[in-house]
């Protein structure tokens, strides 16, 4: 079972920046796959930018070039540093785990409001 906790959202004016920690419980984060995704209300959640098992990074095209995931498995943390914000970028995000050769994520933290003014 893996917990995970978000943190570092807030209220941002456009063109700013963020950086999103989730912070994982277990002894085996290393082994876990990670995604970043939001949601706003009304819509159906949406990818953002995964960190693969071989450390290949995914990111969706609204995002590419402005955003960056990252992890530090000393610290049991993945990181979303977000540049460049605009008002679309609007949402509640949330990181999630994938066990090793899974299909699907398996685990997601509560979310975290990033809320981007223009």
């Known amino acids: 079972q893996v917990q995970l906790v978000e943190s570092g959202g807030g209220l941002v004016q456009a063109g700013g920046s963020l950086r999103l920690s989730c912070a994982a419980s277990g002894r085996t984060f290393s082994s876990y796959a990670m995604g970043w995704f939001r949601q706003t209300p009304g819509k159906e959640r949406e990818f953002v930018a995964s960190l693969r098992w071989s450390g290949l990074t995914v990111y969706a095209d609204s995002v590419k070039g402005r955003f960056t995931i990252s992890r530090d498995n000393a610290k049991n943390t993945v990181y979303l540093q977000m540049n460049n914000l605009k008002p679309e970028d609007t949402a509640v995000y949330s990181c999630?785990?994938?066990?090793?050769?899974?299909?699907?994520?398996?685990?997601w933290g509560q979310g975290t409001q990033v809320t981007v003014s223009s």
């Open positions: 999630a785990a994938q066990h090793f050769g899974g299909k699907s994520y398996d685990y």
